[in-house]
Each structure stands twice: as C-alpha cells, then as structure tokens.
C-alpha cells in the first residue's frame, strides 16, 4: 500500500557505531552552523541521528551557576562573534545555559555587543550584582550615590524562602512564564528563578503551560536542525575542513592503488585476510593472523612498510575485507589495533596506523608501519608465546634467532642509538 512505502536511503553509516573522527566532523559542522542534511551527506547518517547524537553530546556538558571569570569569558567570546556551539565547545556548557546566562546580560547590551568592564558580585542575601565599575567610580565622583547596577531578580522572604523580587511587579509565576514561552529549558529556567528544576515544574503544572511550552521546545528543535546554512566564514571554514578531508581520502586511495600496481618487495606485503583462512573459512585462524604480524614485527625491525589487507597476494585482485569479518570501519581497524599491541613488546604505538580505504567499491585496510628506534619482539600464542624477532629480507619476513638477532640488534639499534644522542 502507499501508505506503507518508505523513501529508501542510501546512509551508508546507518546504525553504525560513532567513531571519534565522525564526533569531531559533527562538532565542527555545529560549529560553522552548517544544517544537519550537510552534515549527515558527510558522514552518511541520518539527520535524526546527527540530531540525536548532537544533543547526547550537549546533555554531557555543564549547567548551573556563572563564576565571574567564566562570565568575563564568555561576553569576550560573544563581542567577536562566536556562535552559540563555538561558546559551548569552549566552556564546555550548555546551549540554553548560554542562552540564560546571555539573556541576564541583557541590560548591558546583549543581544548587542555586551560591555566587557563588569563587575559580577554576591550581596548578603547571594544574590548576584551586576556594575561597570568604571560607571560606578565615575558617579561616586560626580557624588551621584545611585550608580548604575542590576540586581539579580531573587531575594529571600521573611522566613529565609527563595523568592523573586517584585522590582518589575513580576511574580515568581510570571517570570517562569515568561522564560517558558522563550524556550528555555527545565534547568535554566530554575537557574534563572534560584529555583529547584522541582519547583519550577509544579508551577508550570499549576499555570497549565506545558502543552504550549512543549510545542515551543518542538519548534526550537525543528528550527535548529531545518535552519539554513548560515553565509559568511564561518561556512566557508567548515566547507574547506570537509574539502581537505575529501582530498585526505583519495590521496590514501591513489597510495594503495600506486602499492597494488607495484612488485611486492622489502616494504610492501599483501594479504588477502587478517584473520579468516580463505581454504577452511576458521575464523581467528592461528596461522593466518599469524602470517600478517610478523611482517608487521619485521616492518618495525627493518625500514617500516605497509601491509594491505583485501588484496590477493598472487594475481593482485581487489577482494575487500568483507570475507574477514568486516563490518565498520572502527570494530576492524580496532581489533587489528588491540592484537598489535598485545601481541608485541617495546614503544611502537606512534609507530603504525590504520586506515580503510574503498577501490573498485571494496573495503581494503591498510596498515603503515614505521622503522623503530629499539627492537620490537612479537609474542604469538602459535609459538608459545616465545618472543619473536622478524626481519624483512626482500618480499618475506625471516625469523633471526641466536648469534644472527644479536649480531642484527647490535648492528642496526644501536646505530640508530649513537645517531640520536
């Protein structure tokens, strides 16, 4: 029925986990104010789910009361025009605390630029006090004893309750109103009022506005993810990070090509798997997870390399990684990343990276290996956990053992050693 057909998507990254790469991507994207339909063809997800993981990622930051000094930050982060995400980032707050904490500046010039001489102080009662100090010294010269300040609009009663002044004739229901119907939510509007998030519902359930208040709340996140990209720099940074990550991609992809097109020799190695045997299907095959990491043990022994993972060793056939037991980019580099690293001994880690790279419409690892400064043992269940030293001579990994490591370690580590001192 017609009812029932769907748009089909082509998301690639549906349902995957998010890597720290795609957090950051996102992150940068709110931060030029780009739309969720940009950054979700970027990353090939769901504008849901861009939305969704944006707001995990925002409920992680802080609420709660303004220190002066994070005040003073955040007027000199609004005068240069940071966006709201830009401010969020760097204080590590909330959107709508920002909003709030904004919004209390309003008698000092937001939504304009904000005055940057304030001064942010307690009164007896801890109420905050806001002056221009500059203002004030002025008028106690001109002996006008009533300078410019603001008061916060809380005070207590005779009986020590949290109470909202009456300067403006509002009443604790009218400011909580007030701040509903400007979207803010739960937590900023007790900010705001010195209430608890506890008292500020009951008084929206007495007023009867949470039908109203959770349709602006709707429209706020309708508004935000819908929004047109905004003009200017801003835009033009996120499209020239989003360029450069493009042209990141096809330079490693030209790489494995140039490797694929080229004799295996003393710093190229080819496999078809990492982990599965291609004759008996095992997976987590001994010998075959074996086969690549001595010639990873032996590319850090020797003049470092890269071992490309996808690629039939004889005839050079892309086959992918899908048979190894693929299924996101981040699950397979990070298994291989966790088996390197347990499997071998000695400061390697800065020393090798993995990347996943698409040809003729297949998923390939590579692994790019560095030479080591210091001799890198390999640890194999297969062998009894001995510790194993490869070298690589021509196209293969060879196994030293004896006088031949010995003579191999002094010779080539501790020349490398007289170099660095």
Known sequence: MWFLKRKKTNYKNTGKKWTDKEESILLEGMRAEATSEEISKILQREPSAIAAKYNQINKKRRSGSWSEEETKLLIALWNDGASLESIGQSLNRKRNSILGRLNSLSSWGYPGKIKQNLSIGKTSNNS???????????????????????????????????????????????????????????????????????????????????????????????????????????????????????????KAKDYVRRLISSPEGTQTEFKETFWRCTRTKENNNKDVIHSSMKNINAFFNTKGGDLVIGVRDYDRDVVGITFDGYKDDETYTRRIRDRIKNSMKGKFSHLFNITIVEIKKQKLCLITVEASDEPIFLHDKKYKDRELFYVREGDSAVLYDGRNMINYIQNTFSSNNDKNK
């Open 128 to 250: 905050e006090i806001i002056f221009d100090m500059d203002e004030a010294i002025l008028n106690f010269q001109n002996r006008n004893f009533t300078p410019s300040l603001k008061l916060s609009d809380i005070d207590k009663d005779s009986f020590g309750n949290t109470i909202l002044k009456d300067e403006t004739t509002s009443s604790p229901k009218d400011k909580i109103k007030e701040y509903a119907l400007k979207g803010y939510e739960i937590e900023h509007i007790a900010e705001q009022t010195n209430l608890s998030a506890k008292n500020v519902e009951e008084v929206m359930d007495e007023i009867k506005i949470w039908d109203k208040y959770d349709s602006i709340m709707l429209k706020k996140a309708e508004d935000r993810w819908g929004r047109q990209p905004k003009k200017g720099n801003e835009k033009s940074i996120f499209d020239e990070l989003m360029i450069k990550r493009e042209q990141e991609e096809n």
